[in-house]
């Protein structure tokens, strides 16, 4: 157990929240305070290759790696009873990790996030006018295996104060980890699930909402873009305090 679990007496959950594309561990410094007011354990790591690691980035990065991020961290504290949450592509990271470390989770959280299975890579679950422009970003601005940084007015940023905070953090993403397929045992399957979909933008997950729901999962909806953890970080909070709960 880690030092802050066992300074608060073993109480609460441990949350471990996993940044999608471009961004880093810093995206939910709007969040985690009150999630650590509540009296819960955070952590949120930043994905090798991205933002403050970006010296790490190759293009042998791919999911893998990025789920050994995330089951490193599990792994190096301890972590039990944990709240998992994965936004937009983090949510295929989530999906390897409850697999290969179901006993300690116990709950996984997609936002606005991919709802994978077992041989689907990401880039099969986007919207194919979307998937065709990612590829095409790839080919022509990003080497081949590079996804530049979209614009955040496309993802629903649209204040100056949130577009000058995310910007300079912002790094071009490994392509690898969007056609790198999930490999998964079943296990994932005994650990439970929730979904809460952004939808005040473009809603390019809106399907990936629509597969929650039909694998039985509660979908809660937020009225705001895609950067929830940005523009709308109170009220993600308190959804994912209901959820921990």
Same mark, same amino acid.
């Given at each position: 157990? @880690?030092? *802050?679990?066992? =300074?608060?007496?073993?109480?609460?959950?441990?949350?471990?929240?996993?940044?999608?594309?471009?961004?880093?561990?810093? %995206?939910?410094?709007?969040?985690?305070?009150?999630?650590?007011?509540?009296?819960?354990?955070?952590?949120?790591?930043?994905?090798?290759?991205? @933002?403050?690691?970006?010296?790490?980035?190759?293009?042998?990065?791919?999911?893998?790696?990025?789920?050994?991020?995330?089951?490193?961290?599990?792994?190096?504290?301890?972590?039990?009873?944990?709240?998992?949450?994965?936004?937009?592509? =983090?949510?295929?990271?989530?999906? +390897?990790? +409850?697999?290969?470390?179901?006993?300690?989770?116990?709950?996984?959280?997609?936002?606005?996030?991919?709802?994978?299975?077992?041989?689907?890579?990401?880039?099969?679950?986007?919207?194919?006018?979307? !998937?065709?422009?990612?590829?095409?970003?790839?080919?022509?601005?990003?080497?081949?295996?590079?996804?530049?940084?979209?614009?955040? @007015?496309? *993802?629903?940023?649209?204040?100056?104060?949130?577009?000058?905070?995310?910007?300079? #953090?912002?790094?071009?993403?490994?392509? #690898?980890?969007?056609?790198?397929?999930?490999?998964?045992?079943?296990?994932?399957?005994?650990?439970?699930?929730?979904?809460?979909? %952004?939808?005040?933008?473009?809603?390019?997950?809106?399907?990936?909402? !629509?597969?929650?729901?039909?694998?039985?999962?509660?979908?809660?909806?937020?009225?705001?873009?895609?950067?929830?953890?940005?523009?709308?970080? !109170? =009220? *993600? +909070?308190?959804? *994912?305090?209901?959820?921990?709960?």
């Amino acid at each position: 157990m @880690s030092e *802050l679990a066992s =300074a608060r007496g073993g109480h609460g959950s441990a949350f471990v929240l996993v940044h999608g594309a471009w961004h880093g561990g810093w %995206c939910w410094d709007r969040v985690a305070p009150a999630l650590r007011a509540a009296g819960h354990e955070v952590h949120a790591p930043t994905l090798t290759g991205l @933002s403050e690691r970006s010296h790490l980035l190759s293009p042998l990065v791919g999911l893998d790696t990025h789920v050994e991020d995330v089951v490193r961290v599990i792994d190096t504290f301890g972590l039990r009873d944990v709240v998992l949450v994965g936004h937009s592509y =983090a949510g295929q990271v989530v999906t +390897a990790v +409850a697999d290969r470390r179901p006993e300690a989770i116990a709950r996984r959280v997609y936002l606005d996030a991919f709802v994978g299975s077992d041989g689907e890579a990401a880039r099969d679950l986007l919207p194919e006018q979307v !998937e065709h422009h990612w590829a095409e970003s790839a080919a022509e601005q990003g080497f081949g295996w590079l996804v530049p940084v979209r614009k955040l @007015s496309v *993802l629903g940023v649209t204040d100056q104060a949130d577009v000058d905070w995310l910007t300079p #953090k912002l790094t071009p993403h490994p392509w #690898k980890t969007y056609l790198d397929p999930l490999d998964l045992t079943g296990a994932v399957d005994s650990v439970p699930a929730a979904f809460i979909e %952004c939808v005040t933008w473009m809603r390019v997950f809106q399907a990936q909402a !629509e597969r929650a729901r039909e694998r039985g999962w509660p979908v809660h909806e937020l009225d705001t873009g895609h950067e929830a953890m940005v523009t709308a970080p !109170e =009220a *993600l +909070a308190d959804v *994912l305090l209901e959820l921990a709960r």
